[in-house]
Structure formats: structure tokens, C-alpha cells
């Protein structure tokens, strides 16, 4: 099994421009995950989908992010216009069951983001 | 607003060592509590738990929870150098409000 798979892996941008994350998740499972890391905020979770419906987005910042999972298989990650503060690690993460966060979750390897 | 605090922040022992981490939460309808250990990359499942008093056991690892004073501990036994990452507790709300917080981690360093 490949496991989760994000692209890019390291990601250098400029303020204002948008930027797009991708993550395959493991095949077979039903709930997908977005994540943030930062030094000061530590990890934080963006958004779930579980059978590729929005479930929580609570944590998504600002109208600036937005996240789409059109098939079980793919989701993207938008930050449209990209600022300095959106510099973090990124990561994906999917699990396979419907219950939740209490099913054990697969990490992806990540996306470090830097916007200059 | 759900919050979980972990201490210590950072911790350096040396190899051999019994270690305690502590996770602290306060959270409304809560759900369940995760342990999450995070090396140079992306965190790896621990533990989930849900019932006080119940002790989860992974060869040296081992968390117990108490939902009446609302904290769990992690304990490492005979700590090795490849325990050395940052361990996170997470606490999972439940009902419509569905969410899940994270604490900002403790770093463990082993020395040998």
C-alpha cells in the first residue's frame, strides 16, 4: 500500500498567489483529513470529509481557504491569495471508518508551505 | 472553546528511563482522547480512549485516562533513543458539533 500521497512535497510561493494542495488517500477509506502545523500553533485541524462530504470545517481560518474532495480518491487543498502567515506544514490524512476522528488516522508525509 | 494543555513542554532523559507525559482537556460532550507520536515527519496513532480507569498497552507504551479530572498520562518504559519525538494528545468533541483540538505537543529527548 502506497499510503496517503500529498503533492507537492515543498511548496515556495509569493504573497498573493494562489496556491493548491493535493492528497490521494488510501484506498478503501472513507474519512479524509486536512491538517495544519506551525511552531506556535502546533497541529490543527482544517476540515473532514468523510464519503467525501465536508463534515466539519470549523477549522478552516478564513474565506481565503478552501478544500474539495470530488471523488474518494483525490482532495485539494486552495489558499487563495496566499499570505506569509499561511507558511506552515500541511498535511493530509485518511482513515477507514465512519466514525469519526476516533479511527486510527494515516498520515501523509506533508507539504511545507513558504510564502514570501 | 476546547482546550488541551500538555506538559512537560519539553523533557530530556536518558536511555532506560521511565518517562510520564500529561494531557490535560476541557471540552464540552467529549468523545475521546488520542495519543499521537510525531517524528521528522507526520504523527503515527498511538492510543484512543474513551473509559476511565482503563489502561491502553503497547509493549512500553501504556495511557490511562481519568474523565472525572480530566487528564491522561503516557507513560514510556525503559525509554530508548527511538522514543525521541514530539507526542501529542488530541481530544475529540462529540455530538453535532464535532471537532478535534490538539495540544502543542511534548518533545521527548533520549540520550544514550
Known amino acids: 500500500d502506497a499510503g496517503v500521497i500529498q503533492s507537492p512535497r515543498h511548496e515556495v510561493t509569493e504573497m498573493g498567489q494562489e496556491v493548491t494542495l493535493r492528497c490521494k488517500p488510501i484506498?478503501?477509506?472513507?474519512?479524509l483529513f486536512w491538517y495544519r502545523q506551525t511552531m506556535m500553533r502546533g497541529l490543527e485541524l482544517l476540515i473532514y470529509?468523510?464519503?467525501?462530504?465536508?463534515?466539519?470545517d470549523s477549522g478552516m481560518p478564513e474565506d481565503r481557504f478552501s478544500a474539495k474532495m470530488p471523488n474518494a480518491s483525490f482532495s485539494t487543498l486552495k489558499i487563495q491569495p496566499s499570505e506569509p502567515r499561511d507558511s506552515a506544514v500541511y498535511f493530509c490524512?485518511?482513515?477507514?471508518?465512519?466514525?469519526?476522528?476516533?479511527?486510527?488516522?494515516?498520515f501523509g508525509p506533508g507539504t511545507r508551505l513558504t510564502v514570501l | 472553546e476546547d482546550k488541551v494543555v500538555q506538559s512537560p513542554l519539553s523533557l530530556v532523559v536518558h536511555e532506560g528511563d521511565t518517562v510520564t507525559l500529561n494531557c490535560s482537556y476541557e471540552v464540552t460532550n467529549f468523545r475521546s482522547l488520542l495519543w499521537y507520536k510525531q517524528e521528522k515527519k507526520a504523527p503515527t496513532f498511538l492510543f484512543m480512549l474513551t473509559s476511565s480507569g482503563i489502561e491502553k498497552k503497547s509493549g512500553r507504551l501504556s495511557s490511562i485516562l481519568d474523565k472525572k479530572e480530566l487528564f491522561s498520562i503516557l507513560n514510556i518504559t525503559a525509554t530508548q533513543t527511538g522514543d525521541s519525538a514530539i507526542y501529542l494528545c488530541?481530544?475529540?468533541?462529540?455530538?453535532?458539533?464535532?471537532?478535534?483540538?490538539f495540544g502543542k505537543g511534548t518533545l521527548l529527548t533520549v540520550n544514550p
Open positions: 484506498s478503501g477509506h472513507n474519512s
Open positions: 488530541a481530544v475529540e468533541r462529540g455530538g453535532s458539533n464535532y471537532k478535534l483540538t
Open positions: 470529509f468523510n464519503n467525501n462530504v465536508p463534515i466539519d
Open positions: 490524512a485518511s482513515s477507514p471508518g465512519t466514525s469519526g476522528y476516533t479511527d486510527t488516522q494515516y
